[in-house]
């Protein structure tokens, strides 16, 4: 029974995980101030993926022109149509329409509302996921890589070159993670590339020590013994032999070091660090929500999103884990 469970609630986290996914790669197409397509005078027009001037549309200035004005609406349904989005505004795109300033409660314009400045929050919240997820997956690849790269150095070399490594790595554990951080928002901005390297050169290390066990079990393995005395190049030999063995534990850490980048980026975020206002993140909606707490839509929205992508990962990574733990024991 407990087997079932379990079972069900992984297949349910990597369905949610694969829809959010997919709403955040596509999300120019769900939520986009510009249409999907307009047909004109008998030709299409494609605005999410081209920009286009108002000569395009009969008018008289080689201004982009803006789909939501109401003369250009009207000029381009008398010869065609124009199909939007399901969410017609943009993450930083104003509806110049609502009835009075300040956050505006959920309704059928805007679905979960919108923020102080008449943004739609859930566009926002896409972009936001978009970006977080991007973010994160980008910083956990690198992150494994490399720490699998040093970890198989250290567990195959073993010797001077394996202590050396491991009182580096020892060390660089040591300090905390948030600490590096900190010290470098004192001294430069804290742009998304420079967050990116400061975190990969983070959570590299944490991948090392399990990879350096698995290789110095590995390397002593009877097969392997005999593909080195065969005369097997090193390469041949952890390409062949040790790799397919040994790379599925590693992977399972995917998942963890995904939540953990989306999670400081959306911390440091939160608490003001200089992450620039152009990139759109889970932590700045958070902290719109706590500067307008007569305008619970904004927090909540925030935090459900947090919260369900939290859980998705730690779902999945504890279901890789046992798979993979499984299959290196079989």
């Known amino acids: 029974m407990n087997k079932g469970r379990h079972d069900k609630k992984t297949l349910w986290s990597l369905r949610i995980f ?32 081209f920009s286009y001037s108002e000569q395009d549309f ?19 349904e008398k010869e065609g149509w124009i199909m939007w989005p399901p969410i017609p505004y943009g993450p930083f795109s104003v509806d110049y329409t609502l009835q009075y300033s300040g956050p505006q409660s959920p309704s059928i314009a805007h679905w979960l509302g919108t923020d102080e400045q008449g943004r739609d ?17 980008l910083v956990a690849i690198v992150s494994t890589v490399l720490g699998f790269f040093i970890g198989a150095i250290q567990g195959y070399r073993g010797g001077w070159t394996d202590l050396i490594l491991q009182r580096i790595v020892e060390i660089w554990l040591s300090i905390p993670s948030f600490l590096v951080i900190i010290v470098f928002a004192s001294f ?7 967050l990116f390297c400061l975190l990969v050169s ?16 590995a390397r002593t393995l009877p097969y392997v013994e005999a593909a080195r005395m065969m005369g097997h190049s090193n390469l041949a030999i952890i390409s062949r032999y040790i790799l397919p063995n040994v790379i599925f534990l590693p992977l399972a850490r995917l998942p963890f070091i995904t939540l953990h980048a989306i999670t400081v980026i959306t911390t440091i975020d939160f608490f003001g660090f200089s992450v620039p206002q152009s990139v759109l993140t889970l932590g700045s909606i958070l902290i719109q929500g706590k500067n307008h707490l007569y305008a619970p839509w904004i927090i909540w929205g925030g935090i459900g999103c947090v919260t369900l992508l939290m859980g998705v990962l730690v779902f999945l990574g504890e279901a890789l ?10």
């Open 188 to 194: 430069i901005p804290l742009t998304p590339s420079i």
């Open 202 to 217: 983070i959570k590299w290390r944490t991948v090392v020590p399990m990879t350096r066990t698995l290789f110095l079990r």
């Open 18 to 49: 694969s829809t959010l996914m997919l709403l955040s790669l596509f999300s120019p197409f769900i939520a986009n101030e510009n249409p999907l397509f307009v047909r004109y005078r008998g030709s299409f027009f494609y605005p999410t993926l």
């Open 58 to 76: 009969g008018g008289d200035t080689p201004l982009l022109v803006n789909f939501h004005e109401h003369e250009v609406q009207q000029k381009i």
């Open 121 to 137: 929050l859930l566009a926002r919240l896409l972009y936001a996921l978009r970006f977080s997820l991007l973010f994160g997956l």
């Open 321 to 330: 884990q046992k798979v993979f733990i499984f299959k290196s024991h079989a």
